[in-house]
Each structure stands twice: as C-alpha cells, then as structure tokens.
C-alpha cells in the first residue's frame, strides 16, 4: 500500500477478508517501510527494496498492490497481479493526461509497460471503469475489471459504524463531546522539493477555525501521503490533530461528521457516509486549466459548495443544516453515480473472483 508507507486502503480489507475466511490457506506479506508494524493475523512484514522483498516478488503467487509495481519487476508465469489502485478520479491520469509535471520524462512509457502485467484491476464504479480503460489504456479481456466497488470502503457500511468510531476516537484523543470536521487537501503538481516529495502550504487559517467554531467542534488534518512537509500546529492543542500519518484514512472518515477537501478524490469515499462536504477550492482555476483538467464538472456535480477563504469555509459549517438542504437533490445524484456498488461486501466479490479462481 502506498509504496510501503501503511497498513491500510484495500488491500489490507482484502487481506482481513482472506484471514478470516480461508485460515490456514495463504501465507500472507506484508511490503511495510517500518518493519517494526504488527499485524494481525499472522502476517510477515518485509521492507520494501530490500534482498527479502525481491525474493517474494520472485516466489508469490497473488501480488495485491495500490500503486504500481517496480519498474525493474517482471511477473513470471502463473503469478496473478491484482491492482486495486487507490481513488476515484476526479484529476485527469496517466495517458489522459496532456503534460505530466514533476514527473519523469518517461512516465508514460514506464506507465504503460507496469500496466501489461496487471491481471485484475478494481474499479469503485461505473464511472471509473470507463475512466480507467481510457487513462490506463487498459484492455477489459475477459472480464479482467472487476466492478466490484472498493474493498476500502466495506468499512463505511458496517452495521456497527457508531460504535466503531466512538472507539477510534478514544484511541486517537478526540473528545467525544466534539463534532468532527476533516480537512483532507492534496498536492500540488507545480509545487514539490522533487519527485514523489510535494510542497504544502495549509491555506486555512486554523487559529481563526479555532475562535469561531473552537465549542462544537475539533480539526482533523490528513494531507496527502506525498506532502513532505509537516504541519506547524503550535498554540492548536486540543482543537487540530495532525493524522496525516495515521494509517488507515478509512477510519478517520469514520470518525468525521464533516469533510473539507479540494481536487483530491476522498469525497468519492466519504460519500458512501452521506455526510456534509464542502471543496475549499482557493486555486480552482490554475488546477482545473493549467495544471491538470477534471473529469467531471465541479461547479456542476459536487455535493457541497465550492468556498474560496477561510471566511467562507466557517460561515459554511456555521449554516450547515442549510447547506445540506440545499445539495440534498445533487447529494443524492453524485451517491447513486460514485457509491452504489459499495454495499460492505466489495472485498467478498474480489476475493471470489481473483483468489478462488486462480
């Protein structure tokens, strides 16, 4: 997952789903930059690039990976490569995209060559299963899109949810008599240190959120894995947590009652939750025209507002029961688009056709 930074996004559900159900039939690794992590289930961690690493690409049957593999990997036969990937698009990718900033001059060409070796690639909807045919140039031979939904979001739809949640709050020190508001930006193509390593400047102005929103409510932060940068939250004690390294963002989703984010596709995932959402969207217009493009109308498809300063972002979450009246019709569109084939029973679905099948 994420190159080795965490336990968690699918992967991890298809592996719990696999523990659980077929114990005894799988010897299961785990690729983790801290091999010190303990997993559940009996697990065997390896650091990634490492001499153990390259010897159980060698010798595994099933590879379960988010992002791509290696370029130097090459699949032998009989080793089933499944690609969960890891987001709705909302920002035009790979051969969808006209210039790739930042990024190795050959990206397309090393893009297309990981591709060849995916066997199964998952898609959340249908929206996406078009999408990724086109951006990935994949090839749909014999079923080998699995429109299944997101084995990450199985989560979002347990019956216990509540409970669940009340639970991670305690773990993480939210005070329960707090509502929640998640703010969940991503990177900048333009801004970045180097490859892989993005700049972040955090727009909001937190101290301002604290005065006027302080009594109701406390601030999760999660920026995007690539974001070198870390946040400067002195004099925010007790009001912002910083989980941007907290492994499963699946779980803060369920912790939050609100979610602020911008071009980055956790709004896709937070929806199966139907709760409030607003795009703090301050360079709407170098994004969407110079930068990178969307695949949908923002203006037009979004089930919340687009607000442009921490002023708006407030005076938003202060009216909220209207706000979320007001986009009840367009909430319920954009749901039945991006959320209905996630019904908590997505890694079930992938692991009948991949697993037992192979």
Request: charged content about 30%.
């Amino acid at each position: 997952t994420f190159r080795g930074a965490s336990y968690a996004d699918s992967p991890k559900y298809i592996y719990v789903y696999l523990a659980k159900n077929f114990p005894g039939q799988y010897e299961f690794v785990w690729v983790l930059n801290d091999t010190k992590t303990k997993l559940p289930y009996g697990g065997t961690v390896v650091k990634r690039m490492t001499r153990k690493y390259a010897y159980y690409l060698a010798v595994c049957k099933y590879f379960v990976f988010n992002t791509r593999q290696p370029l130097w990997y090459r699949k032998r036969e009989g080793q089933v490569f499944l690609e969960t990937w890891h987001g709705t698009p909302l920002k035009r990718l790979a051969f969808d995209q006209e210039e790739v900033t930042a990024a190795s001059p050959t990206y397309k060409a090393q893009f297309y060559r990981q591709k060849q070796e995916w066997d199964y690639l998952i898609a959340p909807n249908a929206f996406s299963s078009e999408i990724f045919k086109s951006c990935f140039m994949y090839k749909d031979e014999g079923d080998t899109m699995l429109d299944t939904g997101y084995p990450r979001n199985d989560l979002l739809s347990d019956p216990h949810k509540e409970e669940i949640a009340k639970e991670l709050k305690k773990k993480v020190g939210i005070p329960l008599d707090k509502k929640v508001i998640l703010y969940a930006p991503t990177w900048r193509d333009d801004e970045y240190y180097g490859n892989g390593a993005y700049k972040f400047q955090l727009k909001l102005n937190l101290e301002q959120m604290r005065k006027e929103l302080g009594d109701e409510y406390v601030i999760i932060l999660r920026t995007h894995y690539y974001i070198a940068d870390v946040l400067d939250l002195t004099g925010l004690d007790g009001f912002a947590f910083n989980l941007s390294k907290y492994d499963d963002i699946t779980e803060i989703y369920l912790m939050s009652d609100i979610l602020i984010t911008d071009y980055s596709s956790v709004f896709f995932d937070f929806a199966n939750l139907k709760r409030p959402m607003l795009f703090y969207t301050y360079d709407l217009d170098k994004y969407r025209d110079v930068l990178r493009g969307f695949y949908i109308n923002m203006e037009e498809e979004l089930p919340g507002p687009l607000v442009f300063t921490t002023d708006e972002v407030i005076d938003t979450i202060k009216h909220m029961d209207e706000i979320t009246e007001k986009y009840a019709d367009r909430y319920v569109t954009f749901y039945d688009k991006f959320c209905g084939w996630e019904d908590g029973h997505s890694s079930q679905r992938v692991v009948e056709t991949v697993f037992e099948k192979n």
